[in-house]
């Protein structure tokens, strides 16, 4: 079967050459000189036919493989026609057919591969690009392009220096692939809202004989010694802004907190010094003294409770025994406990809910404990002479508790920051009148464990309006 076309092709030049020795054998004999040459040229014609139909075949044949070839090279993978001729061409072509099946099977692995990283690359949160040698971007994912503000289609191909604005990304980049080494670096993005970046760039170390040919002494010589060059480096953004935000909160909240406590602990210390050295005796001033130094360790005592119950609140441990609670008799009950003080300080409080106002889910002491804290400030930052409303309505599927009042308001800048621990618009004002700045803070966290809202209403010189909506019992 092996070498079948050969034979076919020595076949036929031996039928030529027979008929070209016979026509020879012919002249040399005695035949006549007219049916000699009409012999000739019938064997030389026959013989001539049956090459020229063995050439055709397999020039067609030919042919057909160079059209196969073409279109595997454009991507089409569809086999050749089975053959039922056993030569070479026919095993050349099932050769063809197996190379295009496996190079199709490649193809496809490889696509599906790509699609795969590509997925996994566009839904990272983090920022993901590739460069070259050279800096350029071969790759960049989508976060990647959003975090620079840049296009990730138009920045292929482009050196990084060009299309990103920051200096230290591209020295790190630049760093990571001259030394071959991890480069890590932050890094903040946007002035009006800064993004805090952990930066890391990543050599992608590739064996290039090249180099190492070239590489002075030339131990690459024959024995094939190779050298890892960075071929690249992949550049990975990490948004740790939260992260940032968090320390920063925590630096604060130490700051504020030790903050808190010198003030009275200062008095203190003062005040039981100055009774100390001689003032115990001054009948005049003896009480005084110690009624400052009670009212500083009645206040260290709030701030501490207030702390205490901050941090249970924030590390998921207050424990909240939700049942179906009547707002109605904790509005009543706070507005009693606040008459006193409101009148003491020449204030009206009015009290105005609808008949039959439905139970909410929530747990007593803390709703009570919210109110109780806005109708405290209510009368606290409410000049004499002003006047507190105390009301509640249901809307849709919940209860909205609200506390009026026609005090010192509160200025746009400060409304949303003062649900914050430790926010005060005038803390001097605040820690005169004996408050902690964390009672709005408690007060946020209670209404959000049970599901509902707090927030305010205010204009500056005519008052606030703070509400809580809490859920109803009967809503699932
Ligand atoms: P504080 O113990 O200082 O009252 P809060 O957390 O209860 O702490 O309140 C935070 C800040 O919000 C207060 O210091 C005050 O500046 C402002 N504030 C709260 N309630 C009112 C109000 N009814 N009117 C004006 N300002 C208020």
């Given at each position: 079967m092996r070498a079948k076309l050969f034979w076919k092709l020595s076949f036929t030049y031996l039928l030529l050459l027979l008929a070209v020795l016979a026509a020879m054998d012919l002249y040399a004999t005695s035949a006549p000189r007219g049916h000699l040459v009409i012999a000739a040229l019938i064997i030389v014609v026959l013989g001539s036919i049956a090459t020229l139909l063995v050439s055709r075949g397999f020039s067609d044949r030919v042919e057909r493989l160079k059209n196969f070839a073409g279109r595997v090279a454009g991507g089409d993978f569809r086999p050749l026609e089975r053959e039922d001729t056993e030569d070479e061409l026919a095993d050349l072509a099932r050769a063809l057919n197996e190379t295009a099946a496996r190079l199709e099977a490649t193809i496809s692995t490889l696509t599906n591969e790509r699609n795969r990283s590509s997925a996994i690359l566009g839904s990272m949160v983090e920022g993901v690009a590739v460069i070259d040698a050279k800096e350029r971007v071969i790759f960049c994912n989508q976060a990647f392009a959003e975090i620079l503000s840049i296009d990730a289609v138009a920045s292929e191909g482009r050196p990084i220096l060009e299309i990103v604005r920051q200096a230290d990304l591209v020295s790190l980049a630049r760093r990571a692939l001259q030394s071959g080494e991890h480069a890590q670096g932050d890094l903040v993005i946007g002035t009006i809202s800064p993004r805090s970046f952990d930066v890391t760039v990543a050599p992608v170390a590739a064996l290039n004989s090249q180099v190492a040919a070239r590489?002075?002494?030339?131990?690459?010589?024959?024995?094939g010694a190779r050298q890892e060059v960075p071929r690249g480096a992949v550049i990975v953004l990490h948004d740790i802004s939260e992260l940032r935000r968090l320390e920063r909160v925590r630096q604060d909240f130490v700051a504020n907190v030790s903050h808190e406590f010198k003030t009275p602990l200062t008095a203190i210390q003062g005040f039981s010094e100055t009774l100390l050295s001689?003032?115990?005796?001054?009948e005049k001033n003896n009480r005084r003294f110690l009624e400052i130094i009670r009212d500083h360790a009645v206040r260290l005592g709030r701030l501490t409770d207030d702390l205490l119950k901050l941090a249970r609140i924030e590390a998921g441990k207050l424990e909240l025994e939700f049942h179906p609670v009547a707002l109605a008799d904790i509005i009543e009950s706070c507005a009693s406990t606040s008459l006193l003080k409101a009148s003491q300080r020449n204030l009206s409080l009015d009290v105005e809910f609808p008949p039959g106002l439905p139970p909410v889910r929530g747990d007593a002491s803390l709703l009570r404990e919210v109110l109780q804290n806005l109708l405290d400030n209510a009368v606290q930052y409410t000049p004499p002479g002003g006047k507190v409303v105390l009301s509640a309505a249901t809307r849709d599927s919940e209860v909205v508790v609200t506390v009026a009042d026609t005090g010192i308001g509160i200025p746009l800048a400060d409304k949303e920051r003062?649900?914050?621990?430790?926010?005060?618009?005038?803390a001097a004002r605040s820690r005169e009148v004996?408050?902690?700045?964390?009672g709005l803070s408690i007060a946020k966290h209670i209404v959000e464990a049970h599901g509902g809202r707090i927030w305010v209403d205010s204009a500056v010189g005519e008052g606030s309006q703070f509400h809580f909506a809490i859920p109803l019992a009967s809503h699932p």
């Open positions: 590489a002075p002494g030339g131990e690459s010589g024959g024995s001689g003032a115990l005796e001054d003062i649900f914050e621990r430790f926010y005060r618009v005038d004996g408050g902690t700045g964390l």
